[in-house]
């Protein structure tokens, strides 16, 4: 029986971090300055093992979970990462099993994903102009691999490829036109997420955002746009198709339009920690319990219960209330 929170939310989607790592230092997630070459990653023997995440997918499923999402920080850096994929495709009742990756591993990994079972993979980018990409990663990576990375994805059949791109006022928002316009009839789904406030590190101000409806309007007035229905209940993004039929965007609007009342999504930490808001203050180990004997129905009541105790809506209530509330950073919990 698929468990509801204190806000009949059911449990149908569960984001799994694959590692804490990235080769990436984005600043809206992983500020050089605070990830240098001294900060200390997990130790791999604190990391869920592939056998222990298959375990808690599967007794996810069994609660109703239908869609797995893994994530990181970069999630292809974890070694066999495509192995995991293969225990996961094989989840009774699982529908949808994608990934979120930056792209720069995925033009050398995307036939290996494909061939284990992956269904999709999105994949994060900023800009298409090279310097601005630069400044935003910190990492020395170009615009062509992650586009060459995109076009293996969608040649290996992950398709449709989304394409996540987080807009920043001031940095990256002249760009949205142009970013719309060089996916539009390629396939592919571009996704424009508002700058959010996750963890304490990425200096995240309300001025800095770029409101859903102010991207919209820009892509509009080049191409018009008309609403699209959700295509299934807790989606995050908002829908728009072209009207000529080239194609459709989607944008994630938790700061100017949250979603909280039909969120329906878990997540899983790499150490094995489940948390059921992206801005939640605190999580629930679910490793001690795998690692200290517990049986699947001891596992599915602790999931039952974190899940029927959830009261989160962070987005909803983010106000004066909910300054100064500690959070988990974004790197750690996946996006």
Request: aromatic share 6%.
């Given at each position: 029986?698929?468990?509801?929170?204190?806000?009949?939310?059911?449990?149908?989607?569960?984001?799994?971090?694959?590692?804490?790592?990235?080769?990436?230092?984005?600043?809206?997630?992983?500020?050089?300055?605070?990830?240098?070459?001294?900060?200390?990653?997990?130790?791999?023997?604190?990391?869920?093992?592939?056998?222990?995440?298959?375990?808690v997918a599967r007794v996810s499923a069994r609660l109703?979970?239908?869609?797995?999402?893994?994530?990181?920080?970069?999630?292809?850096?974890?070694?066999?990462?495509?192995?995991?994929?293969?225990?996961?495709?094989?989840?009774?009742?699982?529908?949808?099993?994608?990934?979120?990756?930056?792209?720069?591993?995925?033009?050398?990994?995307?036939?290996?994903?494909?061939?284990?079972?992956?269904?999709?993979?999105?994949?994060?980018?900023?800009?298409?102009?090279?310097?601005?990409?630069?400044?935003?990663?910190?990492?020395?990576?170009?615009?062509?691999?992650?586009?060459?990375?995109?076009?293996?994805?969608?040649?290996?059949?992950?398709?449709?490829?989304?394409?996540?791109?987080?807009?920043?006022?001031?940095?990256?928002?002249?760009?949205?036109?142009?970013?719309?316009?060089?996916?539009?009839?390629?396939?592919?789904?571009?996704?424009?997420?508002?700058?959010?406030?996750?963890?304490?590190?990425?200096?995240?101000?309300?001025?800095?955002?770029?409101?859903?409806?102010?991207?919209?309007?820009?892509?509009?007035?080049?191409?018009?746009?008309?609403?699209?229905?959700?295509?299934?209940?807790?989606?995050?993004?908002?829908?728009?198709?072209?009207?000529?039929?080239?194609?459709?965007?989607?944008?994630?609007?938790?700061?100017?339009?949250?979603?909280?009342?039909?969120?329906?999504?878990?997540?899983?930490?790499?150490?094995?920690?489940?948390?059921?808001?992206?801005?939640?203050?605190?999580?629930?180990?679910?490793?001690?319990?795998?690692?200290?004997?517990?049986?699947?129905?001891?596992?599915?009541?602790?999931?039952?219960?974190?899940?029927?105790?959830?009261?989160?809506?962070?987005?909803?209530?983010?106000?004066?209330?909910?300054?100064?509330?500690?959070?988990?950073?974004?790197?750690?919990?996946?996006?």
């Amino acid at each position: 029986m698929t468990p509801t929170d204190t806000l009949g939310r059911p449990l149908r989607d569960l984001r799994i971090s694959v590692t804490d790592r990235c080769n990436f230092r984005c600043r809206y997630c992983m500020p050089r300055e605070v990830f240098g070459k001294d900060y200390e990653f997990l130790a791999r023997d604190l990391l869920l093992t592939f056998e222990e995440i298959e375990r808690v997918a599967r007794v996810s499923a069994r609660l109703g979970v239908r869609k797995i999402r893994l994530t990181g920080g970069e999630p292809l850096l974890r070694k066999g990462v495509e192995d995991l994929v293969a225990m996961l495709a094989g989840v009774p009742g699982i529908d949808d099993l994608t990934m979120t990756t930056n792209g720069s591993l995925l033009a050398r990994k995307a036939e290996a994903l494909a061939g284990a079972g992956l269904h999709r993979v999105t994949v994060s980018l900023d800009s298409l102009d090279d310097a601005t990409f630069a400044a935003m990663n910190d990492a020395g990576v170009a615009v062509g691999a992650i586009l060459e990375g995109i076009d293996a994805a969608a040649g290996a059949g992950l398709t449709p490829v989304k394409v996540n791109v987080v807009v920043k006022r001031g940095v990256n928002d002249a760009e949205v036109p142009a970013i719309a316009r060089h996916f539009r009839g390629t396939g592919h789904i571009v996704r424009f997420i508002e700058y959010m406030d996750v963890g304490h590190t990425n200096g995240w101000r309300l001025d800095d955002v770029v409101p859903a409806a102010e991207i919209v309007a820009a892509i509009a007035a080049e191409a018009p746009l008309q609403p699209v229905a959700a295509g299934y209940p807790g989606e995050v993004a908002r829908r728009w198709r072209y009207e000529d039929g080239s194609g459709e965007i989607g944008v994630i609007s938790s700061v100017t339009a949250p979603f909280c009342g039909s969120c329906t999504r878990a997540r899983l930490s790499a150490e094995g920690m489940l948390y059921t808001c992206l801005f939640a203050t605190g999580g629930h180990d679910l490793r001690a319990l795998l690692r200290d004997g517990a049986d699947d129905e001891a596992l599915a009541g602790a999931l039952t219960t974190v899940w029927e105790q959830r009261g989160d809506r962070y987005s909803e209530l983010r106000s004066s209330r909910t300054v100064g509330l500690p959070k988990i950073e974004m790197s750690y919990i996946g996006g």
